[in-house]
C-alpha cells in the first residue's frame, strides 16, 4: 500500500455515542494529524452526552458542561464532524446517503448530502423496541436521544408546575408518571424523579412531594442483568421511596389517559415513559444487502466487521457473539469502549496491511445508581471473582466508568479540570434545570 494511497484513506464513522465519538477521538490523534487518514464523524446531534446520564438529563439533574459539543472536539482532535442523519448506503460506490438537516419550522438548512468512504463504521447505537405494542409511539416518550431526554425534562417541569401551580392545582390527584421497563434505565430514572420533586418542593413549588411514581415490569424481577439478592435489595429502596412496583405485568395498551396490561389494570399516568427493550433503528434493516438480525443490529465476525470487508460496526447496533457464552455481547456502556479500542488497533492495522484484531468481551459486572440514595452493583474480575457491592464504594467505581469515558475523549489532564470545575459549579448553581 503506497504512501500516497493512506494519505487518502477516508475513515467515516457513523454515530456519535460513547463508542464513536471514541474512535473519531482516537483516530484523529493517530491518523488524522500526522496526515495518514482523512477522520470523519457523522451524527444528528450537535452534542454528545454519555448515554447512561440520560435519565439525569431527563429529570434535569445534569450539569450542562457535561455535553460535548462535536465541532471543537474535531478540532482539537484532528477529525471532522459532519452534521446530518445517515438513510441509505451504496456499497458499490463506497458512499453514504444523509438526508437533509431541517430547523424546526421545517426551513432546509443543509441538503442532502453523500459522503464517501474506504472504511466505514456503523456505531449509531439504538432505539427503544415498542414490540408494535398500541399507543406506544403516539403517547409515549423515550430516552434513546439527548433530545428526547431534554424534551421529557420540558414536559416533567410543565406538568409539575400545570398540577400544583396552575390550572389544575385545586386537584387533590397527584402528578403520576408510569415508566415501562425495570431495566438499568427505568429504575435509574425513577430514584432521579423522587430527588426531583423533593428538590422542587424545597424550592418551594409544593409543600411536599406528591408525585406518584410506578415502574411497570413484565418480568417478575427488577434489573435481570444483577443477582437476585441484589435486585431484591433495590426493589426495597424504591418501596421505601414511595415508588410503586407493577411486577410480572405485560402491557398491552397506552393511551393518553394511562396504560392497560395483560390482567386488565389500568394505570393512570399524566406522563408515560417507555423504557423496556432496545432495536437498531429500522432504516438499518438489511442495508444495501448487509446481513441483520431480528432486532436490525448488523451481524459481525470476531474483529467486528460486516460482511462487507470495509465496513464495520460497533456498540448497540452490532450484533457481536460473546465468545464462551451463550448470545450477543450486551447493550453496554462498558461494551462500547472495548469494542472502539479494539477497531481503533484494527483500522491502523487495515492502513498497514496487518491483520485485524479479534475482539474479545470483557464482562467488569454491572452497576445501578439510585441517586444520591444508594448504587449496588457486581463486579467481576479473575482474582476475586464476583462480588456484590453498594453504597459508597459502588457508586466510586460506577463514576469511575464515566471518567474512563472522559478520559478517551479529553486525556487526563482535561478531565481532572473538568471534574474539578464540576464541583465548584454545583456549590454554586441550582440543583435542577427548571426550564
Excluded at 239 to 266: C, N, W
Excluded at 385 to 393: A, D, N
Aim: hydrophobic share 40%; with cysteine.
Amino acid at each position: 500500500m503506497t504512501n500516497e494511497h493512506i494519505e487518502k484513506h477516508k475513515i467515516v464513522i457513523v454515530g456519535g455515542g460513547a463508542a464513536g465519538l471514541e474512535l473519531a477521538t482516537s483516530l484523529g490523534r493517530q491518523l488524522g494529524k500526522p496526515g495518514l487518514a482523512e477522520v470523519t464523524l457523522i451524527d444528528v446531534a450537535s452534542t454528545h452526552i454519555w448515554k447512561p446520564l440520560l435519565h439525569e438529563v431527563a429529570a434535569g439533574t445534569l450539569d450542562e458542561s457535561e455535553q460535548v459539543e462535536y465541532l471543537p472536539q474535531g478540532h482539537r482532535n484532528n477529525f471532522y464532524f459532519r452534521l446530518g442523519r445517515m438513510e441509505g448506503l451504496d456499497r458499490q460506490k463506497k458512499q453514504i446517503v444523509v438526508s437533509p438537516t431541517l430547523s424546526d419550522s421545517g426551513e432546509e438548512l443543509i441538503p442532502g448530502r453523500t459522503f464517501s468512504y474506504d472504511t466505514l463504521v456503523m456505531s449509531v447505537g439504538s432505539v427503544s423496541n415498542t414490540f408494535n405494542i398500541k399507543g406506544v409511539a403516539e403517547h409515549c416518550l423515550f430516552l434513546d436521544t439527548t433530545s428526547q431526554a431534554f424534551k421529557f425534562q420540558k414536559q416533567l417541569f410543565e406538568s409539575y408546575l400545570k398540577s400544583y401551580i396552575g390550572k389544575d392545582s385545586a386537584n387533590i390527584k397527584p402528578l403520576s408518571i408510569a415508566i415501562v421497563g425495570a431495566g438499568a434505565t427505568g429504575v435509574e430514572l425513577a430514584a432521579q424523579l423522587h430527588e426531583v420533586t423533593n428538590v422542587l418542593a424545597i424550592y418551594g413549588l409544593n409543600e411536599k412531594s406528591t408525585v406518584k411514581l410506578t415502574i411497570i415490569e413484565a418480568a417478575t424481577q427488577l434489573l435481570p442483568a444483577l443477582p437476585i439478592k441484589l435486585a431484591t435489595a433495590t426493589q426495597q429502596q424504591l418501596a421505601s421511596l414511595g415508588v410503586v412496583l407493577k411486577m410480572g405485568r405485560r402491557v398491552v395498551e397506552i393511551t393518553k389517559e394511562g396504560i392497560t396490561t395483560h390482567d386488565g389494570e389500568f394505570i393512570e399516568a399524566d406522563l408515560k415513559v417507555w423504557a423496556a427493550g432496545i432495536k437498531a433503528p429500522d432504516w438499518m434493516k438489511g442495508l444495501d444487502g448487509l446481513e441483520t438480525n431480528h432486532i436490525n443490529q448488523l451481524v459481525v465476525d470476531k474483529t467486528l466487521k460486516t460482511s462487507d470487508d470495509a465496513i464495520f460496526a460497533m456498540g448497540d447496533c452490532a450484533a457481536c457473539v460473546w465468545q464462551g457464552h451463550t448470545g450477543n455481547v450486551p447493550p453496554r456502556a462498558q461494551a462500547a469502549h472495548q469494542q472502539a479500542s479494539t477497531l481503533c488497533k484494527s483500522i491502523i492495522n487495515r492502513l498497514k496491511d496487518r491483520e485485524l484484531v479479534e475482539f474479545v468481551y470483557y464482562d467488569y459486572g454491572s452497576l445501578v445508581s439510585l441517586g444520591k440514595y444508594t448504587t449496588v452493583g457486581n463486579l467481576m474480575g479473575n482474582l476475586m471473582g464476583t462480588v456484590s457491592v453498594g453504597g459508597f464504594i459502588a457508586k466510586v467505581v460506577y463514576l469511575s466508568l464515566y471518567k474512563m469515558h472522559q478520559v478517551a475523549i479529553h486525556g487526563y489532564f482535561r478531565t481532572a479540570m473538568l471534574t474539578l470545575s464540576n464541583a465548584f459549579r454545583r456549590s454554586v448553581y441550582r440543583k435542577i434545570k427548571m426550564h
